[in-house]
Every structure is written in structure tokens, then in C-alpha cells.
């Protein structure tokens, strides 16, 4: 499913760029449709252009009608949707992109600058050397786009300090939040900082003052004890059922049960109860599961650090599991892409009536954005990792018996679920006030 939306930035002519919006795990790729609108003939909440009347259509600069544009659209979004059902990488979504508008992506088909051809070096070179998995390696090759749209003829003296603001403020104008442009920062740091240790440039011509990036403190969505047992104890219906749901007003609206709920529902809470990633959670197969002491456990090797890691299993982790050991699979748990996962955990909280307004701020565009949305539509795959932590935090579990399980390597990493676990806390002392 794709998102779109206008530029921020108007061009000369005062329409404004259609972007199309993808996220990808923590990433969010933000490009050109090719084509523009006045802001006038944009529906933002249709995410599309506004078509007028047969005797008077709307078109823009270029002389296309806003109903050649939105067909255009409805196709750039059927297309993503079915790749959403896929086991698709970022690349393949970039690909069917260009097919569609017929862009030619000028980092594979020009003239690359000495910057990019650098990159492509790092690319090769660090992957091997720091054994990134392959989400790493495909972010930092998406980053190709921000360095390649930044400037034509690119070289490392661009790279001073007004250089490096300018670059910075080239991230805002795609729309990125600023916790996503410091992200996207800190990939061209470690980029530029192995060109100067490789000699690929000099370090005289890199700034070592680096741009403000103004975050806001992100809330840590997480599921409580209440909702983790309204989760296990629900009765999902058959997939087509139409059934009746309340919102958090207690208005109540009808929704068609979708398939494969209660195979998302158990994954979403393995993860809760074990702590792992969901990407780890896919791979178990039934030699991962063992013995050892006495307990069952799983050992496990993760996808992205690399860790070997022991995880003790729950009783209601070991339930869970029961119900797929009978699959003649490679894998305990059914294949998903992520993607197609986090749609179906939204509907699984949204059965469950997790549905609290729950506030989420971020800064953008030198304001502080928030906005409330019903709980089920902040759930994706990692809450049920931060939901184990948090869990085991409050209940008194020391830090590094919690890193440990889970493979978390630093304590900043930890600090957003200390610092809830903290709260929790003290709200058991305040019960004690009697």
C-alpha cells in the first residue's frame, strides 16, 4: 500500500511535486511520482488529485488531467499492494516504480560523481567487513537516492559545513521527519568517515561540526498485561465474518474479519513472551527448539547482530508453539512478509478492542507534530520485542539478564524501556498508599 502526498516546497511555477511515500521497517522511502499539482486541486485525505467536471477538467502545468494522474496513482498503489503480499525488498518496489512513470534512476544510468562512485566502494567494502544483514545493507543502499537527489556533480569538498546544513535541510525537504533525517545523517558520517580513514578523500575538506537535528522524545508503544491476556483469549471469527466492533467513543461500526488472524495473533504474542525480533521469530525451526536443564528453551543465532542467544520458554510461549510443531515445514511459524504481517496485527488489536487514543509526537518541518490515533494502529511487529522488555523491566528483572535475552548490546538502547519500566513502577508504590 502506498501513501502519497504534495511537496512541502513549491517549484517555480507554484505546483507542487506528488510524492509517494513506502515505509520500510524503521526506513521511510519518500520519491517522485514525475508528476505535479497545485496545491488547490489536491484532496489530502484522498491522497489524490481532484478531477473536476468532464466539461472542465482539471489539469495542470504540463497540460495532464488530474484523471490521467490518479489513474496513475491507482496503479503506482495496486502495484505496491501486491508487492506487499511478496517477500519484496525495496529494490523491487523501486523498480516497479520506474516502470510505471518511466523514470530512469540516474545513480545506474549517468555519469556517477566521485561521491557516488565512492559509495558504491563502501558499499562493497563494509558489507563483507562488518557482516551486515540484509536489511542493513538494503538501507544503506536505498541511502544511494538521498546522496545522488542531493546534488548533480557531487564531491567531498560539498561536504563543508555549510555543506553538510545544506544537506541536512535536503532530507527535511523530502519529507522526512528529523528523527528520520538524523537517521539518514549518521549513515553519511559513517560513510565519510571511512573515505578519510581509506584516504579516498582528504579530511580537510569534511566539516566535523554537524547539523542540529530537533528531535522530540519518542513514545515507546508497547501491549500491558490486560491487552496481552484480551489478545490470547480472543475468539477470532472465521475470515469473511462481518462483525461488530466499538471505537474508543463506544460508537459502534462493523468490520469483514480478514484471513490468517489467529497464525498473526500467535506470532505477534511469541514475540511478547520470548523477546525475540520478528525477523529471528520466522526462522525458528524445530531443531531450534531444545532442552536444557530441565527447560525447554530456544537457541537461537539472530539475523541482524549475529548473537547466539538462550531464551527460556513461557508456558504460554510453549501453547503457542504446540499448535505449529505439527507443521511438515522448514519453519515452525507460517511465512509473512512484515509488511503484510503489521496489517494483520492491526486487525487482530482492533478485534481485541485495543483501541485507547494514544498520542505520538515528532518534529517536522521546525514544528512539533502530534496527533492521537486509536491504539491498534500503532501495533506492528517489533512491539511484541518491546512488550517483552518492558514487561520483564517492571516486574524487577535486572537490565543485563534482560539484555542478555534479548541481545541488546548497549544500555542507550534500553534506556526508552527503563525509563517506562520506571513509571510502572511507581505506580505499584502508589497502590501501596493505603
Known amino acids: 500500500m502506498a501513501k502519497f502526498y504534495l511537496k512541502s516546497k513549491a517549484k517555480s511555477d507554484g505546483e507542487r511535486l506528488i510524492l509517494v511515500s513506502k515505509t520500510f521497517g524503521h526506513d521511510r522511502w519518500l520519491t517522485s511520482t514525475g508528476f505535479s499539482i497545485a496545491p488547490s486541486f489536491w484532496d489530502d485525505d484522498k491522497q489524490r488529485v481532484k478531477e473536476g467536471t468532464r466539461q472542465n477538467p482539471v489539469t495542470n502545468k504540463a497540460g495532464i488531467t488530474g484523471k490521467t494522474i490518479n489513474a496513475r496513482l491507482n496503479l503506482i498503489d495496486a502495484t505496491f499492494s501486491k508487492l506487499d503480499n511478496q517477500d519484496a525488498t525495496r529494490k523491487d518496489y523501486e523498480i516497479a516504480l520506474h516502470e510505471i512513470t518511466g523514470k530512469v534512476d540516474a545513480s545506474r544510468h549517468a555519469q556517477k560523481s566521485e561521491v557516488l562512485k565512492c559509495y558504491d566502494e563502501f558499499l562493497r567494502s563494509q558489507s563483507k567487513a562488518q557482516l551486515w544483514a540484509d536489511k542493513t ?5 536505498g541511502f544511494t537516492h538521498h546522496l545522488s537527489s542531493f546534488k548533480k556533480d557531487l564531491k567531498f569538498a560539498d561536504f563543508d559545513e555549510e555543506g553538510l546544513q545544506n544537506f541536512a535541510n535536503h532530507l527535511r525537504d523530502e519529507g522526512l521527519s528529523e528523527r528520520t533525517a538524523r537517521r539518514y545523517f549518521r549513515r553519511l558520517t559513517t560513510f565519510l568517515r571511512y573515505c578519510t580513514r581509506k584516504g579516498l578523500c582528504a579530511a580537510s575538506d569534511i566539516s566535523k561540526e554537524t547539523p542540529k537535528f530537533h528531535e522530540v522524545k519518542k513514545e515507546v508503544i508497547y501491549l500491558t498485561e490486560e491487552e496481552i491476556t484480551l489478545l490470547y483469549n480472543l475468539n477470532i471469527p472465521p475470515a469473511g465474518t462481518r462483525v461488530t466492533l466499538k471505537d474508543h467513543d463506544g460508537k459502534s ?23 525475540l525480533r520478528y525477523s529471528d521469530m520466522q526462522r525458528l525451526r524445530p531443531m531450534d527448539v531444545k532442552v536444557k536443564e530441565g527447560r525447554q528453551v530456544l537457541q537461537v543465532v539472530t539475523k541482524k547482530t549475529k548473537d547466539s542467544l538462550t531464551i527460556p520458554l513461557t508456558d504460554k510461549a510453549k501453547t503457542i508453539l504446540e499448535r505449529y510443531t505439527a507443521r511438515k515445514e522448514e519453519t515452525i511459524f507460517p511465512q509473512t512478509p512484515n509488511v503484510t504481517m503489521n496489517y494483520r496485527i492491526k486487525d487482530v488489536c482492533e478485534l481485541a478492542g485495543i483501541n485507547e ?13 502530534e496527533e492521537e490515533r486509536p491504539k491498534f494502529e500503532l501495533i506492528t511487529t517489533h512491539v511484541g520485542r518491546k512488550t517483552f522488555v518492558v514487561s520483564a523491566l517492571s516486574k524487577g528483572a535486572p537490565e543485563r539478564w534482560v539484555m542478555k535475552i534479548t541481545g541488546h548490546s548497549d544500555y542507550n538502547s534500553m534506556k526508552p524501556y527503563i525509563d517506562v519500566a520506571k513509571s510502572k513502577i511507581y505506580e505499584v508504590i502508589d497502590m501501596l498508599n493505603f
Open 357 to 369: 487514543l494514544t498520542k505520538t509526537s515528532e518534529a517536522k518541518d521546525g514544528k512539533v507534530i
Open 253 to 275: 461500526y462493523t468490520k469483514r474479519v480478514a484471513k490468517d488472524l489467529q497464525a498473526a495473533r500467535d506470532m505477534l504474542l511469541f514475540c511478547c513472551f520470548t523477546g
Open 137 to 141: 545493507a538494503e538501507n544503506y543502499e
